[in-house]
């Protein structure tokens, strides 16, 4: 076992390959993929009089600093009245991968990118996903572009679907703009290059608030997560970074949950089916009152988002620090997201967390495979065609991307904690604060505060639930199994 030789990439990036295999996921690409890669010479043409060239607009994308997989770009185009017409481009990966192929094949079985701590496994081979599909800096690509028309109040207006040819006149990276955004950075090099896209880029983040201000009234939750990333010293690791949410990763985020709803939305207008992206009605709600009554708020004694983002609000004003925790506590009693299929005159359940009704995954098809499904229904919409998937084929994968959705997580999570032991692996007999994060049949999970690390509690979990603080100490660490094992010390607070 490797902790602290120099080796610990290497041996992060073998158990990520183990992992992956043992959760039914295919780490490496098959020679027929291979194959049929080496046969693309090039980015998709342009196809037919209907695909429009939008080439000169002030197209920009914003993501991770390292991100090479673009799927979407945005821009926005002044109306009279206040209006904004907001468009986001998304690649066309359909165009070079198509449906049934030994590449889709592929993308069909994972579903997903992988993102671990020392190694991504791409969901499309990275010739297409970082190149011919990406929208890359100062390239001409395809795309399948949503068009949303937000008035001055930030009530959606008008929205249309179609395809176009555009060019990405300036990658952007999320901690930079961000950073000029909030008046605290210098504008970002590629920002400053292209001319007027900083004005450009002011309104599409105060239509993007706008947007979010709406959700939130009707319930939207305002939530925020601890996720970690691994600073690695050569081969060996460090230190665990902390990815903080930020100004511009919410403008994207604003941009393309109303992108999201416009697909889903056109779908059904078109009566056509779709995959749609639903969290239920939370079951463990009851769970979720106990613990706003803990910090001295009554919730309704029915699932009720609106008070709910209320209370969420309240606290993060009032508790920064803690937030995080209690964001994880609430998302824990949430549930996990789905997939599910919405037939021409049927009702899917909405998004509780997002107080959306109608809501799909469309926006990111070089990383997972349900917004792929969801581009090749829109250009059948768009073509006037049959829907290339069956109703039963839909509903079959609903089904599967929701269980590789949740082994891809499992996976990440698992190389997570590795990485995590090999950090504490000097630490066994330390004593840490910390927050119950899972409690069920299967065992007790505690969040420590530093470094942040989720491990099980051996002994001492006697009614622990989540969201209790507890301290505990470290009693043993496992880099291969990626286990972390405290005991309970005292009785947790309630």
Request: net charge negative; with cysteine.
């Amino acid at each position: 076992m490797d902790t602290g030789n120099g080796h610990q990439r290497a041996t992060l990036r073998r158990i990520a390959h183990r992992v992956m295999i043992e959760r039914g996921l295919a780490p490496d690409f098959a020679p027929e993929a291979v194959a049929q890669l080496a046969a693309i010479a090039g980015p998709a043409p342009a196809v037919g009089p209907s695909t429009r060239d939008l080439r000169d607009l002030l197209w920009c994308s914003i993501d991770n600093d390292d991100s090479m997989d673009l799927d979407q770009l945005s821009v926005a185009q002044e109306l009279p009245g206040g209006a904004v017409k907001l468009l986001v481009a998304i690649a066309d990966v359909d165009a070079l991968v198509g449906k049934g192929s030994a590449v889709d094949d592929h993308a069909r079985t994972n579903t997903t990118s992988v993102y671990t701590a020392a190694e991504i496994f791409p969901m499309l081979p990275e010739k297409l996903s970082t190149d011919l599909t990406s929208l890359a800096d100062g390239q001409d690509r395809q795309s399948v572009v949503v068009e949303i028309v937000v008035g001055a109040d930030g009530s959606i207006a008008g929205s249309d679907v179609y395809r176009a040819t555009v060019r990405n006149h300036a990658k952007l990276a999320y901690d930079s703009v961000a950073a000029w955004l909030e008046g605290h950075g210098p504008v970002p090099p590629a920002l400053a290059a292209a001319a007027g896209l900083d004005a450009n880029l002011r309104t599409q983040d105060e239509v993007a608030q706008k947007l979010r201000e709406i959700r939130h009234e009707h319930g939207a939750l305002d939530l925020q997560t601890l996720e970690t990333r691994p600073i690695f010293d050569a081969d060996e690791i460090r230190d665990l970074k902390p990815e903080e949410r930020n100004r511009a990763k919410d403008l994207i985020e604003d941009l393309m949950v109303a992108a999201n709803g416009v697909t889903a939305r056109f779908l059904a207008a078109k009566n056509l089916p779709s995959l749609r992206r639903v969290v239920r009605t939370p079951k463990r709600w009851d769970r979720i009152v106990e613990v706003a009554a803990q910090l001295g708020v009554t919730l309704p004694g029915q699932p009720d988002a609106r008070a709910l983002a209320e209370f969420l609000t309240k606290r993060r004003a009032a508790d920064p620090l803690r937030f995080p925790d209690l964001s994880l506590t609430v998302i824990k009693l949430l549930g996990a997201g789905e997939y599910v299929v919405e037939l021409p005159g049927q009702d899917a359940p909405g998004h509780f967390g997002l107080a959306v009704k109608d809501y799909t995954h469309a926006t990111a098809p070089n990383r997972r495979f349900p917004d792929l499904i969801t581009q090749r229904l829109l250009k059948a919409a768009l073509a006037d065609s049959p829907p290339p998937y069956a109703d039963a084929e839909l509903a079959q994968l609903a089904t599967h991307c929701t269980q590789q959705e949740d082994a891809a997580n499992k996976v990440e999570r698992q190389v997570a904690k590795s990485a995590a032991a090999m950090l504490l692996a000097g630490k066994v007999g330390q004593e840490f604060d910390g927050i119950v994060t899972g409690a069920s049949e299967k065992g007790t999970w505690v969040r420590v505060f530093h470094p942040p690390v989720e491990g099980r509690l051996i002994h001492g979990f006697e009614g622990a639930d989540v969201g209790h603080q507890v301290r505990v100490r470290l009693v043993h660490t496992d880099v291969e199994r990626g286990f972390i094992d405290f005991d309970m010390l005292g009785t947790p607070a309630r």
